[in-house]
């Protein structure tokens, strides 16, 4: 195909300001078909791409909308919207990009994963580090190394301003919906975990009604190879009061490793240390991964298909259920 034909499904944050600055760039991509149930966000991303089609919700665009007339689809919608969206595309043949968390409810994960496999479609779903160049710096390191080692990382700041933050159950707490970019970090750079163990607390932030979030969460996470990961999650601090590190650091026997967060890498011995910029946009990378693997029918070099994204949502949820009944979870 010369052009991979799209829909958009979701106009606002992620598709309004990271996708789509991208695949308006993209000389093979035509955007046909938006929905969105904001008029000023679906008219807005219609201009933006020239698209002739708008509709107000998902549903209206599978109703008019086929194979014949799209080659896939992005879903990016709010955790708690996903109900048929991408079972829908899955009916029509449709791949699809699907902005994380992918939903909040794991038994319709599950059934996707199932769906996705009997029809053989290409999936994507956005974690975008596993595109960043430091990250496979990192990646790359770890093998020349007897492994084994503790692991810090933590995405700390302020409250985001989405609805859904507000509630645990409509953003499923701040590991599964923001911090588990670094999650799924863990998983990309040391494989499947064995177990977690996680707390949280409540009650630095005060005064938003209908606010039951975390404040903060530690997870501690098990890997094969010794490794041992900490993971701290954070929402209650004030930029004017500066916020602490962002990102992993790894700790090996010999070395070092920093990764700061989508900014850089540093590998430190005791007789050097390197720092390595980020010098290309990951994004870029994982939008044009996907519409390349559309146009050739090869999704392999997608690093983040629905089914391997399952298992970080998993995980975070995992570490959820620990947080509620304090106790570790074998996995």
């Not at 956005?126 to 995405?155: I, N, S, T």
């Not at 929402?235 to 790894?250: A, Q, S």
């Not at 390595?276 to 559309?294: H, K, P, S, W």
């Amino acid at each position: 195909m010369d052009k991979v034909r799209l829909g958009l499904i979701g106009c606002g944050g992620i598709m309004q300001g990271f996708h789509a600055k991208h695949l308006v760039e993209f000389d093979d991509v035509e955007v046909v078909a938006v929905a969105d149930p904001i008029e000023e966000r679906r008219d807005a991303m219609a201009r933006l791409f020239g698209a002739q089609r708008v509709y107000r919700n998902h549903t209206e665009l599978y109703d008019h909308e086929s194979a014949a007339t799209l080659d896939a689809v992005y879903i990016c919608v709010e955790p708690t919207a996903h109900t048929d969206t991408e079972l829908r595309a899955i009916d029509l043949g449709l791949p699809f990009l699907v902005e994380k968390p992918m939903t909040l409810d794991l038994g319709l994960a599950e059934t996707i994963v199932k769906r996705v496999a009997e029809k053989k479609l290409i999936t994507a779903v956005g974690f975008q580090d596993r595109y960043l160049d430091v990250f496979d710096m990192v990646k790359d390191e770890l093998p020349r190394h007897r492994p084994g080692g503790l692991v810090y990382g933590a995405w700390v700041g302020g409250i985001p301003g989405v609805w859904w933050w507000q509630k645990k159950s409509t953003c499923g707490g701040q590991l599964v919906e923001q911090n588990i970019h670094l999650l799924d970090g863990l998983r990309y750079l040391f494989g499947e975990p064995k177990s977690v163990y996680a707390t949280c607390s409540r009650g630095i932030v005060t005064g938003r009604e209908d606010y039951d979030t975390d404040d903060h969460s530690t997870a501690v996470i098990e890997f094969d190879n010794n490794y041992t990961a900490t993971l701290v999650s954070a929402c209650y601090l004030k930029k004017e009061h500066g916020y602490p590190f962002c990102g992993l650091r790894v700790f090996l026997e010999d070395m070092s490793i920093e990764y700061r967060l989508r900014t850089s890498a540093t590998f430190s011995t005791d007789k050097e240390t390197r720092t390595f910029m980020r010098q290309l946009d990951q994004g870029v990378t994982e939008d044009r991964t996907f519409i390349d693997a559309v146009k050739s029918g090869d999704g392999s070099r997608i690093r983040s298909p629905y089914a391997d994204a399952l298992k970080t949502l998993k995980l975070g949820f995992a570490a959820n259920e620990s947080m509620e009944t304090g106790k570790k979870i074998l996995l």
